[in-house]
């Protein structure tokens, strides 16, 4: 079926280390991508986005990859910091679907001083 | 925030009450969605709407109505509230910026409605 799931449901990184998190995604017909972060009562945040004619995407400190042949799809952040806390979501909006985003269930970033 | 808002911000009511949630924009986008999240669940579309009077269901619509009289409100509505319709109701709107490679059109979101059915 349709659906876009998560590989890591909490993730801890030490404050200044890489973190990476990590989506798969099942529909071969998505074509764009988005990443949101969401902090505690907030709604979410976009953070960036990807299409399917691309498989790289930077933005300030965060790089999206996409990979088609494996359907999986990662959101890098680069000197995590506290302020990285958060749930983050990955979406896929599927070709001709009328853009109706699918979200996975998200992975809780903590942060460790 | 994209100009958007939810009210109420907080809810508590009691089973069998008919329930309104309001979402207003101010940047006269065409596309609005009603989503609810809960644990494990993520976020699921209600309804959305791709302009005045024009809805269409989402993947849990069951219990839920909409309407959109003009564009920048849109209305989701229980009915007849049950405990499972218990959850954080977000508001969205589509925005489309930019062109070719460096184009955006994603999706923002309201801060959200917190209901409690009793």
């Known amino acids: 079926g349709e659906s876009v799931g998560l590989h890591l449901p909490t993730l801890s990184v030490q404050e200044g280390d890489n973190s990476i998190i990590n989506c798969a995604y099942s529909n071969s017909a998505s074509d764009y991508f988005i990443w949101y972060k969401q902090e505690s009562g907030k709604g979410p945040q976009f953070i960036i986005d990807?299409?399917?004619?691309?498989d790289k995407r930077q933005g300030q400190r965060v790089t999206v990859l996409l990979n088609k042949t494996v359907k999986h799809l990662s959101l890098q952040i680069a000197a995590t910091q506290p302020g990285d806390s958060a749930v983050y979501f990955c979406a896929e909006n599927i070709e001709n679907s009328s853009y109706k985003l699918i979200f996975g269930s998200g992975t809780r970033l903590l942060v460790r001083p | 925030d994209a100009g958007i808002t939810q009210s109420p911000r907080h809810k508590v009511t009691e089973t069998g009450t008919p329930v309104t949630l309001r979402c207003h924009q101010t940047e006269n986008h065409r596309y609005m969605y009603w989503y609810r999240q809960d644990p494990g669940h993520g976020l699921r579309l209600i309804h959305y709407s791709y302009g005045v009077k024009d809805t269409d269901k989402g993947e849990v619509s069951d219990g839920y109505s909409v309407s959109r009289s003009k564009t920048e409100d849109f209305l989701l509505t229980l009915e007849s509230a049950t405990s499972s319709q218990t959850s954080v109701y977000f508001c969205a709107i589509r925005d489309t910026t930019g062109g070719g490679s460096a184009s955006t059109d994603t999706q923002y979101f309201g801060p959200g409605t917190r209901l409690t059915v009793l």
């Open positions: 990807i299409r399917s004619n691309m």
